[in-house]
């Protein structure tokens, strides 16, 4: 299917477990992300990647690992998940070439961290 | 600190009135505007933009104002409809500056309610 899913949609798991949530996109954007939202906070990201093996930390990126191995995948990892970790994940894509600004959002992983 | 707020949480509006959501910016350097919309267990959906070059951009029902000197956006849906319902969120950015200044700063969303 074309766009940009995730998985899983939900997710329970315990405090000290790693984790984690994958992100696949099938326009070939160049640019990938990861937000948390959390009740009162909006969205905010945790980290991004403007291509295969280059990311970078975004507001949030205490706890979380990613790669990019190739542009289509861009998974997010947990460690050691803590309660506090316990929120709604997007992942976004984007060209962000010439006027192409938007991001493009997948559905959502649930994650609760009990 | 809060650079993109979005101080109402909610707004309940009549089907067929005008709703009006609104945001306002603190960093100057932003430069690009995003409205996303958001229905629930859904990821958020583009919606319109504007760039600081204009002050307005139309799209059917929706119309996004940018009031550059007081830091301010709106969004105008007219007229509005029962599946507008859903979670608002305004988005700014740095675009000229590039790298991470370009990336989407969101705010915490207004939910709109629309009653038949």
């Known amino acids: 299917d074309a766009g940009i899913t995730q998985s899983p949609r939900y997710k329970i798991t315990e405090t000290g477990r790693q984790v984690t949530l994958m992100c696949h996109q099938t326009?070939?954007?160049?640019?990938m992300f990861w937000y948390r939202q959390d009740l009162g906070h909006g969205l905010r990201l945790i980290y991004y990647?403007?291509?295969?093996?280059?990311?970078d930390k975004g507001e949030v990126p205490d706890g979380y690992v990613v790669s990019r191995s190739k542009t289509e995948n861009f998974p997010l990892t947990l460690e050691s998940a803590t309660r506090s970790q316990t929120s709604v994940y997007f992942c976004?894509?984007?060209?962000?070439?010439?006027?192409?600004?938007?991001?493009?959002f997948g559905p959502g992983t649930r994650l609760t961290v009990t | 600190d809060q650079q993109v707020k979005q101080n109402s949480p909610s707004l309940s509006v009549q089907e067929g009135r005008i709703s009006i959501l609104n945001c306002d910016y603190t960093?100057?350097?932003?430069?690009?505007f995003l409205w996303y919309k958001k229905y629930p267990a859904e990821g958020p959906t583009f919606l319109i933009s504007?760039?600081?070059?204009?002050d307005k951009n139309e799209d059917g029902r929706f119309t996004v104002f940018l009031n550059k000197s007081a830091k301010h956006l709106s969004l105008h849906i007219v007229p509005s409809q029962p599946g507008d319902s859903a979670v608002y969120f305004c988005a700014a950015s740095a675009r000229r500056y590039g790298g991470s200044q370009g990336n989407l700063i969101f705010g915490k969303g207004t939910k709109l309610s629309v009653k038949p």
């Open positions: 326009w070939s954007h160049s640019y």
């Open positions: 990647s403007a291509a295969a093996d280059i990311t």
């Open positions: 504007i760039s600081s070059i204009k």
């Open positions: 960093n100057s350097m932003f430069d690009y």
């Open positions: 976004a894509s984007s060209d962000q070439a010439g006027l192409i600004y938007e991001q493009y």
